[in-house]
């Protein structure tokens, strides 16, 4: 979340829209690029989620999109605590003042460490699950 690039990504509605050069699916539906980079995602695909995408506000990500899904519902649907979407839409941040521009930053860094944590906590927990039925297999087997 420091890159250059995340910030632009952060700031700018057009530098996310970018990202959706090589988006795979269909655009004839409510889920268009341009729909996606407005709810606030850019595109990050991986290999098992070739059109995978990712909120910078709340690092939320979300695949398996359909021609039909709308991505500012489906990003209220799994991501109630995202700062973005408590803001009013469309949002554009030219129109903040200096201070709500402040208090929402100050909201996108504590959500996106938050959201950081529980996935290393996650992780974590699966690591210590793998060594326990390692251990246990060893002891046992
Ligand atoms: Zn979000």
């Known amino acids: 979340m420091t890159s250059q690039k995340n910030i632009d990504l952060l700031l700018s509605e057009s530098e996310r829209l970018k990202t959706f050069e090589s988006w795979p699916n269909e655009v ?17 695909p991986c290999e098992d989620s070739p059109d995978n995408v990712c909120c910078i506000f709340c690092t939320k990500e979300l695949d398996g999109w359909e021609p039909d899904d709308d991505p500012l519902e489906e990003h209220k649907k799994h991501s109630k605590t995202c700062p973005y979407l408590a803001m009013p839409q469309p949002f554009s941040m030219a129109k903040l003042t200096i201070k709500e521009f402040m208090e929402f930053m100050k909201n996108v860094t504590s959500q996106t460490v938050e959201n950081q944590l529980k996935k290393k ?13 390692a251990l246990k297999e060893h002891v046992l087997g």
């Open 28 to 44: 004839n539906g409510k889920c268009t690029p341009e729909k996606l980079a407005q709810a606030g995602f850019y595109f990050l």
């Open 121 to 133: 906590e996650r992780e974590y927990q699966d690591y210590a699950a793998s060594i326990e039925k």
